[in-house]
């Protein structure tokens, strides 16, 4: 990590050299280096975790197969009524009158609308068309050359969500949860449960260690959730509840953080795309959805409510459990950081995750009687 005002020792001696010139370019090489470890925001990508590892690829220092049998995948049920116009001023109008639709069979009707030069953009930019919606809009629209036009297609993919007890409770974000909560009107928060319609559940089915398959997890009840100003604020949780008792669960550490502290992030990236070199030399397949481990740093304590990693991560990840050396979850995966480097990612991982305190997720949804008194 990069401390704001760190500086560079050097060891001064008297300059030798006739060429007065070189030596005015040293001092200016080290006062920008000086300037730069000052001012840089992000750690440097030498720093950088990279890697979406299967179960079998990674060894980890805690009980893999109890971490594995923690997990669920989390599937909304969401189509996009992809609309292209000719001008970004028909779009505009358009985007105007559109709105969600929510079907009484479960379904999300999500409309999207955007212009021609919008879709170009995005067919240039192979970062950018890996992140969930952008991708079904490239894919829909591929070699279409006449606008207006609309598509409907499904949103692909899951998200993460966790065991926290042995009775049934897991813990997620809101936004993985939001077409469920903006379904039944809750974008205050709620502590009211409501079972779940528009979003689905499954749990790995493991056999020697290996995941074999997923079946359904049924009759899942949202329990408790934030606000949608919170989750935007970067308080983003919802506790949801299984009628089931847990195939496994995680320990929660209430201890915090510290700077360089090895984590583990369990999840489901959909996509990359690394060259066959990068991916030769990083070791692992390209992310397809199924489960992945990757490994990374604490990077910093951005606030009482969020810190950065330096863990690799993209769209699949949301709601993963952040662990430390023991197993115990520190933390819940929010978003990849910074998003600006979405194109350079296909190739070179140079982001990082955003996770959500599990200090702060206990506090604000007030968990203590689901853990129990079980050591934390």
Same mark, same amino acid.
Not at 172 to 185: D, F, K, L, S
Not at 272 to 299: E, F, N, V
């Given at each position: 990590?990069?401390?704001?005002?760190?500086?560079?020792?050097?060891?001064?001696?008297?300059?030798?050299?006739?060429?007065?010139?070189?030596?005015?370019?040293?001092?200016?090489?080290?006062?920008?280096?000086?300037?730069?470890?000052?001012?840089?925001?992000?750690?440097?990508?030498?720093?950088?975790?990279?890697?979406?590892?299967?179960?079998?690829?990674?060894?980890?220092?805690?009980?893999?197969?109890?971490?594995?049998?923690?997990?669920?995948?989390?599937?909304?049920?969401?189509?996009?009524?992809?609309?292209?116009?000719?001008?970004?001023?028909?779009?505009?109008?358009?985007?105007?009158?559109?709105?969600?639709?929510?079907?009484?069979?479960?379904?999300?009707?999500?409309?999207?609308?955007?212009?021609?030069?919008?879709?170009?953009?995005?067919?240039?930019?192979?970062?950018?068309?890996?992140?969930?919606?952008?991708?079904?809009?490239?894919?829909?629209?591929?070699?279409?050359?006449?606008?207006?036009?609309?598509?409907?297609?499904?949103?692909?993919?899951?998200?993460?969500?966790?065991?926290?007890?042995?009775?049934?409770?897991?813990?997620?974000?809101?936004?993985?949860?939001?077409?469920?909560?903006?379904?039944?009107?809750?974008?205050?928060?709620?502590?009211?449960?409501?079972?779940?319609?528009?979003?689905?559940?499954?749990?790995?089915?493991?056999?020697?260690?290996? =995941?074999?398959?997923?079946?359904?997890?049924?009759?899942?009840?949202?329990?408790?959730?934030?606000?949608?100003?919170?989750?935007?604020?970067?308080?983003?949780?919802?506790?949801?509840?299984?009628?089931?008792?847990?195939?496994?669960?995680?320990?929660?550490?209430?201890?915090?953080?510290?700077?360089?502290?090895?984590?583990?992030?369990?999840?489901?990236?959909?996509?990359?795309?690394?060259?066959?070199?990068?991916?030769?030399?990083?070791?692992?397949?390209?992310?397809?959805?199924?489960?992945? =481990?990757?490994?990374?740093?604490?990077?910093?304590?951005?606030?009482?409510?969020?810190?950065?990693?330096?863990?690799?991560?993209?769209?699949?990840?949301?709601?993963?459990?952040?662990?430390?050396?023991?197993?115990?979850?520190?933390?819940?995966?929010?978003?990849?950081?910074?998003?600006?480097?979405?194109?350079?990612?296909?190739?070179?991982?140079?982001?990082?995750?955003?996770?959500?305190?599990?200090?702060?997720?206990?506090?604000?949804?007030?968990?203590?009687?689901?853990?129990?008194?079980?050591?934390?």
């Amino acid at each position: 990590m990069v401390k704001k005002g760190a500086g560079i020792k050097v060891g001064w001696r008297r300059w030798t050299s006739p060429d007065s010139r070189f030596r005015g370019w040293l001092r200016l090489a080290i006062t920008l280096v000086l300037v730069i470890e000052a001012i840089l925001p992000v750690p440097s990508v030498a720093s950088m975790e990279e890697g979406l590892f299967t179960p079998e690829h990674i060894s980890l220092p805690f009980d893999k197969e109890r971490a594995l049998k923690a997990m669920i995948r989390i599937k909304s049920h969401v189509y996009f009524a992809i609309s292209v116009y000719d001008t970004a001023r028909q779009a505009e109008a358009a985007r105007a009158i559109a709105h969600k639709v929510f079907l009484p069979e479960g379904i999300t009707i999500w409309p999207v609308v955007v212009d021609r030069g919008f879709l170009e953009r995005l067919q240039m930019d192979p970062g950018l068309r890996l992140l969930p919606m952008f991708y079904e809009i490239a894919t829909a629209f591929k070699g279409v050359t006449v606008f207006p036009q609309q598509r409907y297609v499904p949103l692909q993919g899951a998200a993460a969500g966790f065991f926290i007890s042995a009775d049934g409770y897991f813990l997620t974000t809101y936004h993985v949860m939001r077409e469920e909560i903006e379904a039944a009107g809750r974008t205050g928060g709620s502590r009211q449960p409501i079972t779940c319609r528009y979003v689905s559940f499954e749990i790995p089915v493991i056999e020697r260690g290996t =995941i074999v398959g997923y079946r359904p997890l049924e009759n899942v009840q949202l329990v408790r959730h934030v606000s949608a100003r919170e989750s935007k604020a970067g308080l983003d949780a919802a506790l949801l509840k299984a009628d089931i008792e847990s195939p496994a669960y995680l320990d929660i550490h209430l201890g915090g953080i510290q700077a360089d502290e090895p984590i583990w992030v369990i999840g489901f990236p959909i996509r990359t795309h690394r060259d066959r070199q990068r991916r030769t030399h990083i070791g692992y397949l390209d992310a397809d959805g199924s489960l992945r =481990i990757s490994r990374g740093k604490i990077w910093q304590q951005l606030n009482e409510t969020n810190f950065t990693s330096t863990a690799d991560g993209l769209s699949g990840c949301s709601g993963a459990p952040t662990l430390d050396e023991e197993g115990r979850v520190v933390g819940i995966v929010q978003n990849v950081y910074p998003k600006k480097e979405a194109g350079r990612r296909t190739v070179v991982f140079s982001g990082g995750l955003v996770h959500v305190d599990i200090r702060a997720v206990i506090e604000r949804l007030e968990l203590e009687a689901v853990l129990g008194d079980r050591e934390r």
